[in-house]
C-alpha cells in the first residue's frame, strides 16, 4: 500500500521533500492545519529555520495536536530544522524556541560553526544498504548525546567534525542533520517508508 505521507509544510525545503517521498513511491500530503493530520501514515519535518517553524506551529495550531500524534505513535522523520524541533533536549537555540520533541537526544544549532555555511561528507548510516550517504550540511546540528532510549545511526567520517552523530533514530521517529532530500539519493526517505510499513 501507497503510504500518505504528510510533509509539514509552513516554512523550509518542502517541495525538495515532495519529490523525494514520490519518487520513494509514497504519496506526500502538506500539513498545515491541524485536521491535515487526519489519515497519513508518517510526517516529514523539513529542514528550514526552526524558530520559524516553531513559531508558525503555534500560530497555526498545530503544535499541540502534532505533539499528541507523534505521542500516539505518528512515525516522524525530521531533517535538519526538522532535527532540532524533533529534540528533547537543544543547546543554542533561542529564548523562546518552542519544539516538538520525543527523541532523547540534545542537538546542537549551527554546530559545525558559522563559517562552515555548508559542506558534504560521507555518511555510513545503520540500516541502509550500499556506499555511504552522501550527506549535504548546511547550517546544520550535531548531536551532542543521546539517551538511551535513542541510538545514533550515522556519524561523520571525516574532517574535523568526524565521529559527529548526524543521524538518530528512536522507535518511530528518525531525524538526520544533513538533507537527503536534496540529493536525489531516495535511500533515506526509503529507510522512512520502511519504518512506516514496519520493515524497518
Ligand atoms: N540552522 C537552522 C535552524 O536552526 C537549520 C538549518 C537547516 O535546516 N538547513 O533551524
Same mark, same amino acid.
Given at each position: 500500500? %501507497?503510504?500518505?505521507?504528510?510533509?509539514?509544510? /509552513?516554512?523550509?525545503?518542502? =517541495?525538495?521533500?515532495?519529490?523525494? /517521498? =514520490?519518487?520513494?513511491? $509514497?504519496?506526500?500530503?502538506?500539513?498545515?492545519?491541524?485536521?491535515? /493530520?487526519?489519515?497519513?501514515?508518517?510526517?516529514?519535518?523539513?529542514? #528550514?529555520?526552526?524558530? %520559524?517553524? #516553531?513559531?508558525?506551529?503555534?500560530?497555526?495550531?498545530?503544535?499541540?495536536?502534532?505533539?499528541?500524534?507523534?505521542?500516539?505513535?505518528?512515525?516522524?522523520?525530521?531533517?535538519? $530544522?526538522g532535527m532540532i524541533l524533533l529534540a528533547d533536549r537543544v543547546v543554542d537555540g533561542t529564548a523562546d524556541q518552542v519544539g516538538l520533541g520525543g527523541i532523547d537526544m540534545?542537538?546542537?544549532?549551527?554546530?559545525?560553526?558559522?563559517?562552515?555555511?555548508?559542506?558534504?561528507?560521507?555518511?555510513?548510516?545503520?540500516?541502509?544498504?550500499?556506499?555511504?550517504?552522501?550527506?549535504?550540511?548546511?547550517?546544520?546540528?550535531?548531536?551532542?548525546?543521546?539517551?538511551?532510549?535513542?541510538? $545514533?545511526?550515522?556519524?561523520?567520517?571525516?574532517?574535523?567534525?568526524?565521529?559527529?552523530?548526524? $543521524?538518530?533514530?528512536? #522507535?518511530?521517529?528518525?531525524?538526520?542533520?544533513?538533507?537527503?532530500?536534496? %540529493?536525489?539519493?531516495?535511500?533515506?526517505?526509503?529507510?522512512?517508508?520502511?519504518?512506516?510499513?514496519?520493515?524497518?
Amino acid at each position: 500500500m %501507497t503510504p500518505r505521507i504528510g510533509v509539514l509544510a /509552513l516554512q523550509g525545503d518542502v =517541495r525538495e521533500h515532495f519529490a523525494a /517521498l =514520490r519518487s520513494a513511491d $509514497a504519496e506526500p500530503v502538506a500539513i498545515r492545519r491541524p485536521r491535515d /493530520l487526519d489519515g497519513i501514515d508518517g510526517i516529514v519535518v523539513p529542514g #528550514g529555520e526552526s524558530t %520559524t517553524i #516553531g513559531k508558525l506551529l503555534v500560530t497555526f495550531e498545530v503544535l499541540d495536536p502534532l505533539r499528541a500524534a507523534l505521542a500516539a505513535g505518528l512515525p516522524a522523520y525530521g531533517s535538519c $530544522a526538522g532535527m532540532i524541533l524533533l529534540a528533547d533536549r537543544v543547546v543554542d537555540g533561542t529564548a523562546d524556541q518552542v519544539g516538538l520533541g520525543g527523541i532523547d537526544m540534545t542537538v546542537r544549532r549551527n554546530a559545525f560553526g558559522r563559517q562552515i555555511d555548508s559542506f558534504e561528507s560521507d555518511v555510513e548510516v545503520d540500516g541502509v544498504d550500499g556506499a555511504p550517504v552522501r550527506a549535504v550540511f548546511i547550517r546544520a546540528p550535531w548531536v551532542s548525546d543521546v539517551g538511551p532510549a535513542a541510538h $545514533a545511526l550515522g556519524r561523520v567520517s571525516d574532517g574535523d567534525a568526524a565521529g559527529r552523530i548526524v $543521524a538518530v533514530r528512536q #522507535g518511530n521517529l528518525l531525524a538526520t542533520s544533513f538533507h537527503p532530500e536534496l %540529493t536525489g539519493d531516495l535511500r533515506i526517505h526509503a529507510y522512512f517508508c520502511d519504518m512506516i510499513s514496519g520493515n524497518k
